[in-house]
T-cell receptor, first 113, second 115 residues
Framework: QKEVEQNSGPLSVPEGAIASLNCTYSDRGSQSFFWYRQYSGKSPELIMSIYSNGDKEDGRFTAQLNKASQYVSLLIRDSQPSDSATYLC?????????????FGQGTILTVHP | DGGITQSPKYLFRKEGQNVTLSCEQN?????MYWYRQDPGQGLRLIYYSQIVNDFQKGDIAEGYSVSREKKESFPLTVTSAQKNPTAFYLC??????????????FGDGTRLSIL
């Protein structure tokens, strides 16, 4: 089993629709969860962090976390063509040492007009 | 402007040659990281450093070396032992705030190719 698995893409949605990106992780010690967006040829940029079970909303983005199910998702409402990118899920184990982030393989999202 | 600067943006390596990728940050972050990304793949950790003069191997350290002589700088050397170095290399940094480790932020990356 991979440490972090994301829904296989590519995912294609029409403009204005909701895009749903899913991620499961194997390390039950994971405490912090990050979603990064990566445009083609560019470096990843952080778009959401979530630390507690439940939903966290930021503008058109909502992250959902269920630690019992080891599942984290990202919803993008009112999707725009500018949202077309690869989305990377990255859980991090707890603790006070920096350690490492483990990234999923990414889901390619295409929003078509 | 605070940030992470990687140079060069593009780099070409000849067979049997060592090359060094630069990563500098002015964010006063303690931790720095090097990742490799291959087409269609996620990021894989090469090395990371939590403090000056200390660093740890990541998942794919073979064929790479690093140093951390200054807090601001974490250069990565791709040695001739790395037989498949063509990839996108990303440097990141992180810091603790109120005891919580903050998300990593990335530089713009260096694309390395073999001549």
């Amino acid at each position: 089993q991979k440490e972090v698995e994301q829904n296989s893409g590519p995912l294609s949605v029409p403009e204005g629709a909701i895009a749903s990106l899913n991620c499961t992780y194997s390390d039950r010690g994971s405490q912090s969860f990050f979603w990064y967006r990566q445009y083609s040829g560019k470096s990843p940029e952080l778009i959401m962090s979530i630390y507690s079970n439940g939903d966290k909303e930021d503008g058109r983005f909502t992250a959902q976390l269920n630690k019992a199910s080891q599942y984290v998702s990202l919803l993008i409402r009112d999707s725009q063509p500018s949202d077309s990118a690869t989305y990377l899920c990255a859980p991090r184990a707890g603790g006070t040492s920096y350690g490492k982030l483990t990234f999923g393989q990414g889901t390619i999202l295409t929003v078509h007009p | 402007d605070g940030g992470i600067t990687q140079s060069p943006k593009y780099l070409f390596r000849k067979e049997g040659q060592n090359v060094t990728l630069s990563c500098e940050q002015n964010l006063n972050h303690d931790a720095m990281y090097w990742y490799r990304q291959d087409p269609g793949q996620g990021l894989r950790l090469i090395y990371y450093s939590q403090i000056v003069n200390d660093f740890q191997k990541g998942d794919i350290a073979e064929g790479y070396s690093v140093s951390r002589e200054k807090k601001e700088s974490f250069p990565l050397t791709v040695t001739s032992a790395q037989k498949n170095p063509t990839a996108f290399y990303l440097c990141a940094s992180s810091v603790k705030v109120s005891g919580r480790i903050q998300p990593q932020h990335f530089g713009d990356g260096t694309r390395l190719s073999i001549l």
